[in-house]
């Protein structure tokens, strides 16, 4: 292993240190490429040299070379923490913005399904292969979908503006835009998973080559190569807001003065590659592909044809489970459709050395910088596990200080209804959901790979999805009260108001910290 002090830079033994160090000196940095800023703050560690003086020097040349050597060698992955990367991410289904943006380290914003028309968004086709028959029926199915959506959101929108007349203090168009956005809460219910959305995020390099590596592992071909895509926006030049305003006036410095031609156009046109070290070795990831199939397997094997429990929309599952029956039914969950109390309680029934068998397969095939499966993340006091429909779960999905288990999209469990809708929409949605759910069921019984890997795209978001959240008293507290406020989505204000029910049924001198909204209430439809 190399010297991690080769590059420390020490003071001359005449060179005193100055009497008084006590101004501290801070400044914001800009310009710098997000590989040269990571190492010149890597550098603090080995280096005696100012951040100003480390930028001055390094070059992406000795930015590489550093971590080829301590990032890829010696797995010092806090290196790329470091590097952090703006990214658009436009035109991808629903399906894979759920897939992309599940990650612990993310920060990033997507389209709003609660907020804007999606009418004119496109969606995604899947290859079908061979089966030509089931891609006009996937075809059918998703216009059908969207017709339904557009009957669902312009129907509603008459219903509220019956209901609630517009103020003679409000705008015509903020009433109409208010309402419109009420209309879509319940409209995006029908929104099918191959639907067309856009997101930015802004990840450090670290988490992007996790990402990158997850995505390259998935079974579905378009979040393979949202992975092959993301990879490759790292390693090229990234679009710059400015640029052609910095080459018309590069354009000008070289009519002005030919000999200043060379370096105007390094310093006003140069290209920023943002991370192509960091991600140039993100591959799909062996030990999730081959724990998820091995985990899957012994999953099938334990349940046999075991009915799925019937289960609440939340529910509190008290630790009464050591801790490897915990690890156990959380590999086993994520790989099944079961609720968590069914999985536990068959776990707890099979005994510890059952239970250790299961916690081996999930550590078997791990490589020597390979993170643990998110399931080993155990021992929390508070285990929520919620089935609530797809587009609510997105939302609660957002809550990234808690541990997030979640299962594949099915029909198994179902669909939601959103509130409000009347006896003639309620028609539409139902048609509309049962024979999404219907097809979806077909597809995904396919012999022909292609087909099924296709089944998720065709669920709506009124699909029900069950995941398992793992948290401490904070974050219940916090999850509770934001999402029960009254201008939240109704579908979520439930299930955080069930979340404070259960810890007011369980730890009934805990309840009176919590400060949240009964769903019930009624509330002012303007406000949002």
């Known amino acids: 292993m190399p010297d991690l002090q080769s590059e420390s830079v020490a003071l001359p033994l005449e060179q005193a240190p100055e009497q008084s160090q006590n101004h501290t000196e801070v400044f914001a940095v800009h ?58 991410i436009e035109r991808l289904s629903l399906l894979a913005a759920i897939v992309l ?29 061979p089966d030509s028959a089931s891609q006009a029926r996937y075809v059918a199915s998703i216009e059908a979908s969207f017709a339904a959506y557009h009957q669902v959101a312009d129907g509603m929108l008459e219903v509220l503006k019956q209901q609630v007349p517009c103020p003679p203090e409000m705008k015509p168009e903020t009433y109409n835009r208010t309402l419109r956005a009420r209309a879509f809460d319940v409209a ?11 997101l930015g995020q802004i990840v450090n390099a670290r988490t992007l080559e996790t990402q990158i590596s997850r995505l ?42 030919p000999e200043l031609a060379e370096e105007s156009r390094e310093l006003l046109l140069h290209e920023t590659r943002p991370a192509p070290t960091l991600v140039k070795y993100a591959t799909p990831n062996f030990y999730r592909q081959e724990s ?46 079961y609720p968590y109390r069914q999985l536990r309680d068959a776990m707890a029934t099979l005994g510890e050395p059952r239970c250790v068998e299961i916690i081996a397969l999930g550590t078997r095939h791990r490589g020597r910088h390979d993170e643990l499966l998110r399931e080993f993340s155990a021992g929390q006091a508070l285990r929520f596990d ?11 999905h957002r809550h990234r200080r808690c541990t997030q288990i979640l299962q594949q999209f099915t029909s198994l469990h179902g669909y939601a209804a959103p509130e409000g809708l009347t006896a003639e929409l309620t028609s539409v949605y139902q ?76 730890h009934p001198a805990l309840a009176e910290h919590f400060r949240v909204c009964d769903p019930d209430a009624p509330i002012d439809l303007l406000k949002r």
């Open 188 to 198: 995006r219910y029908l929104l099918p998973l191959a639907t067309n959305t856009s």
């Open 216 to 257: 390259l592992s998935h079974p579905a071909p378009e979040i393979r190569n949202l992975g092959e895509r993301l990879r490759e926006a790292a390693a090229s030049p990234a679009w710059c807001v400015n640029r052609h305003e910095l080459a018309v006036l590069q354009g000008r410095i070289t009519a002005a003065d």
């Open 431 to 506: 048609q509309a959901l049962n024979s999404a759910q219907a097809l979806h069921a077909e597809l995904a019984a396919s012999p022909i790979a292609e087909t099924s890997a296709a089944a998720p795209y065709v669920l709506p978001l009124g699909t029900r999805t069950r995941a398992l959240f793992k948290m401490d008293f904070a974050e219940a507290l916090y999850i509770s009260e934001l999402r029960s406020a009254p201008q939240g989505h109704f579908s979520y204000r439930r299930v955080a108001w069930e979340m404070y029910l259960a810890v007011q049924r369980r």
């Open 101 to 129: 943006v599940d990650e612990q380290r993310w920060d990033g914003q997507e389209r709003s399904t609660r907020y804007q028309n999606f009418r004119k968004s496109g969606w995604y086709l899947p290859d079908f292969g």
């Open 386 to 396: 919620i089935l609530m429909d797809i587009g609510g779960f997105r939302d609660m």
């Open 31 to 88: 310009g710098a490429d997000p590989e040269v800023l990571a190492y010149a703050m890597a550098r603090y560690s080995r280096s005696a040299l100012s951040m100003k003086e480390s930028l001055m020097e390094i070059s992406s040349q000795r930015a590489e070379q550093f971590l080829n050597t301590f990032y890829f060698q010696y797995g010092h992955r806090s290196i790329a923490d470091l590097a952090h990367i703006a990214f658009a």
């Open 292 to 337: 998820s199939r091995e985990l899957h397997q012994a999953a099938r094997e334990i349940m046999g044809d075991t009915p799925i429990a019937a289960a609440p929309l939340v529910d509190l599952v008290e630790k009464t489970e050591s801790l490897e029956a915990e690890i156990a039914a959380t590999l086993l969950y994520t790989n099944s459709h």
